[in-house]
Structures are given as C-alpha cells and as structure tokens.
C-alpha cells in the first residue's frame, strides 16, 4: 500500500511558532575567544542551546539566550563572564 507524507502528521506538525525569548534576560553571557576551549561544555549545559560554534570559540545566540548564566558557571576555561545588560531608553 503506497502511502503519502500527509499521512503522518505530528502534533506539531502545522503552526510550530519560534518565540525569542532574549528579552527576558537581565544579564548576558560575553565570551572571551582567546580563553575559549572550544569544548562544548557551554553548549551541552545550556537549557536552550543558545551557545554555538563561531569559528574558533563558542557564542551566545542572544535572540534565545535567557541570561540564566549556567554557561559561565560550567565553563572550564572560564572564558564565559555574565556581564548586565544595558539599560533600555
């Protein structure tokens, strides 16, 4: 029996929305490259995976990035500070 992809749906399958949820934060991750293992600690310990590859050290996609500074505390080279963010207005 021949079956069509529109035979298998998911309930997630129409109507995914992406929300950047980087508003929220209050403090941002700044990653300081020469310190950077390029491990993926960071990446592994982030609640959303906003930490990426960036070509030679790891970085903050801060459209999702919610401040919550788990990356700075995991980090093994201690490349990772949480430094403010800056005020609005």
């Given at each position: ?15 995914l ?56 505390n ?16």
């Open positions: 029996m021949a079956t069509r992809d529109d035979d298998f749906v998911t309930p997630v399958a129409r109507g929305q992406v929300i950047p949820t980087g508003s929220w934060r209050s403090q941002r991750p700044v990653t300081e490259a020469k310190k950077c293992w390029l491990c993926g600690t960071c990446w592994l310990y982030c609640p959303v995976q906003a930490r990426y590859d960036a070509g030679g050290h790891m970085d903050t996609g801060l459209d999702f990035c919610k401040g919550c500074g788990i990356c700075a995991e980090c093994p080279a201690g490349a990772i500070t949480m430094v403010p963010e800056p005020a609005e207005g």
